[in-house]
C-alpha cells in the first residue's frame, strides 16, 4: 500500500474484507491550512448496501463465536493500532486539527478501550432456581450495527462503538464523518487480516449515506454521537423499524464555583477542561457560574490563561489550542462571539486569528446575561462564558434550565456540600472538582436531549444487546 512519510497515501474502503475503491473521491482538508492533503474515497449508495450485506452474511458465524475469541481479535487490532500509533496520531492531527499531544492521546485510548473488554462479559444470569422454574436472563446480539462517528473526536467514538458492537457479537459498518475519515480508514485497513470477511466494513460519505443506513431493514442497531438536532433525525429515521438505538448527543456543561475555592488553581482546571480541542468536546466545559465573591479573581485568571494560550498547527511543537475542524464550525463561533462582544464583556480573545486557517483566539466573555444564547445553547469551540450568581437555589435553576444534560462539576473545598449540590444537578455526569474524567470503566449517558442509552462499560456493552428470558419448569 503506498505510503507518504509513514503515512498512507491510498485510501480504501473495507467491504466484505476487500480493501476497494470509493465510487467517488473527496478531497480533505488539513484545517490548520485549508489545503487539500489528501483524498477519500466515497461510498455510493450500492457500496454502502454491499457493506451492510457483508455484515449481515457474516453475522451467524461471528454471533457464534464465543466471547473470549471475539475479544481476542478485538485485542489483536489494539496490537495493531498500538504498533501504528505514532503515524496514526499524525494523520489525526492534519483531518481534525487537534494538537499532536492530544491526538496521541485520543490514538492511544483506542487500544485501552478495546483493551477493557476483556474485564466484562454477557454470561448468563440466574434470576431464579427454586423448586417451580429456573428463571435466566441471556442477552443475545443484534445484529448489523451502523456506528456513526463525529468528527471532533472521530477514533475514540468511532473505534470504541465498533469494539463494543464486535465483542457483544453483533457485525459492524462504521461510517466516520466526511471530513475527518483518513484515520478510520487506516484502521479499517489493519482489520482486515484480523477479522473475518463482513464483521467490520468501514464505509465513507459526502454527509448522503446516513439516512441510508438509519433506515435500511437489515440494520438492527444504530450507534450515533453527533449534534442533539442530527440526533433527532437518526431517532426519527429508526422508528419505522423500531431500530435499537444509542445516542451521544450535544451537550452544554456548566461548572458551578463556589467562592471557598483555590481560584487559581481552579482556573487551570476550567480553562483546560474548557479549551480541550479548541472547545470541540461534547462534554467540555461550556459555561461557569461563579459566585459573586470570586467571580472577578476567577474572570481574570481565566483571561491571563486565554492570553498566554499558544495558538497554532497542531503538529508544532508547543501549540495548546489547534484550529476548528471545519469552516462551518469556524463560522458558527465567530457568530456567537460576535453576539456576546455586544451584549457581554470579552475580556480576552474575541476574533479570527489573521492567518491561513481556522484558528479562533480563546475568548473568555464576563457580565453576560444567563439568557443570551451563549449560555443557553452549546457554542462547540474556544469562547467561555461566564456568568455571575450570588443565590445558589439560582444558579442550580440555571444550570438545569436547558435543554441539555450530558455533564456538568461542582467545585468547592467543601465535599460534602458539593456531593449534595451534584445530585441536585440533571445531567448524566456530574464531576465534584474535576471535569471531563472518563474512561472505559464508567458508563457515559445524556440526559435529556443529551442522548439516550449508554456507552462504556458494562452498561455500555448490554446496549448492544437483546434481553432474553429462558423461563423452565422445574
Known amino acids: 500500500m503506498a505510503a507518504r512519510d509513514g503515512i498512507m497515501a491510498d485510501y480504501k ?34 457500496q454502502a448496501g454491499a457493506a451492510i450485506s457483508a455484515a449481515k452474511n457474516a453475522f451467524a458465524s461471528w454471533s457464534h463465536e464465543s466471547y473470549a475469541e471475539r475479544t481476542a481479535r478485538v485485542g489483536k487490532l489494539a496490537d495493531a493500532i ?76 468511532g473505534w470504541a462503538k465498533v469494539a463494543f458492537a464486535l465483542a457483544s457479537g453483533n457485525t459492524v459498518v462504521l461510517k466516520p464523518a466526511p471530513t475527518t475519515p483518513l484515520t478510520s480508514l487506516m484502521i479499517g485497513a489493519l482489520a482486515v487480516d ?15 449515506l446516513g439516512d441510508y443506513l438509519t433506515t435500511h431493514p437489515d440494520v438492527a442497531k444504530i450507534s450515533f454521537t453527533g449534534s442533539t438536532v442530527t440526533g433527532r433525525k437518526v431517532m426519527a429515521s429508526a422508528a419505522s423499524g423500531i431500530k435499537r438505538i444509542t445516542l451521544e448527543l450535544g451537550g452544554n456543561d456548566a461548572a458551578v464555583v463556589l467562592p471557598d475555592v483555590d481560584v487559581k488553581a481552579v482556573a487551570q482546571q476550567l480553562f483546560g477542561c474548557a479549551m480541550l480541542n479548541a472547545g470541540q468536546v461534547c462534554i467540555a466545559v461550556k459555561r461557569i457560574y461563579a459566585h459573586e465573591d470570586i467571580y472577578d479573581e476567577l474572570c481574570d485568571e481565566l483571561a491571563a490563561l486565554a492570553e498566554s494560550a499558544i495558538v497554532d498547527d497542531g503538529l508544532k511543537q508547543g501549540t495548546q489550542i489547534g484550529p476548528l475542524q471545519n469552516r462551518a464550525q469556524f463560522d458558527k463561533v465567530l457568530g456567537f462571539i460576535e453576539d456576546a462582544g455586544r451584549d457581554g464583556t470579552v475580556i480576552a480573545g474575541g476574533d479570527a486569528i489573521d492567518r491561513t486557517g481556522l484558528f479562533i483566539r480563546p475568548t473568555i466573555v464576563r457580565d453576560i446575561a444567563a439568557d443570551h444564547r451563549l449560555v443557553r445553547e452549546e457554542q462547540f469551540g474556544p469562547v467561555l462564558p461566564v456568568v455571575c450568581f450570588n443565590d445558589l437555589n439560582v444558579a442550580l435553576e ?56 449508554a456507552e462504556f462499560a458494562q452498561e455500555g456493552l448490554n446496549e448492544f444487546t437483546q434481553v432474553q428470558i429462558i423461563n423452565a419448569a422445574a
Open 13 to 46: 474502503l473495507l467491504i466484505d474484507g476487500a480493501l476497494v475503491n470509493g465510487d467517488a473521491v473527496l478531497g480533505i482538508s488539513n484545517p490548520a491550512t485549508e489545503a487539500c492533503f489528501a483524498q477519500s474515497p466515497i461510498a455510493s449508495e450500492a
Open 82 to 157: 498500538e504498533a501504528r500509533a505514532d503515524d496514526i496520531a499524525r494523520l489525526l492531527v492534519q483531518e481534525q486539527g487537534k494538537p499532536l499531544g492530544e491526538a496521541a492521546m485520543e490514538t492511544g485510548a483506542v487500544p485501552a478501550f478495546m483493551r477493557y473488554l476483556t474485564q466484562l462479559d454477557l454470561d448468563a444470569a440466574v434470576l431464579d432456581d427454586s423448586d417451580t422454574r429456573k428463571v435466566e436472563l441471556h442477552r443475545r446480539p443484534l445484529g448489523v450495527v451502523a456506528c456513526i462517528a463525529p468528527w471532533n473526536f472521530p477514533l475514540l467514538t
Open 194 to 208: 484480523i477479522f473475518p470477511a463482513g464483521v467490520i466494513n468501514v464505509i465513507t460519505d459526502n454527509n448522503d
Open 398 to 453: 440555571l444550570v438545569n434550565g436547558t435543554e441539555y444534560g450530558l455533564g456538568g462539576s461542582i467545585w468547592s473545598a467543601d465535599k460534602a456540600r458539593a456531593y449534595d449540590l451534584a445530585k441536585q444537578v440533571n445531567s448524566g455526569t456530574v464531576w465534584i472538582n474535576k471535569h471531563l474524567d472518563f474512561g472505559p470503566d464508567i458508563p457515559v449517558a445524556g440526559a435529556k436531549q443529551s442522548g439516550l442509552g
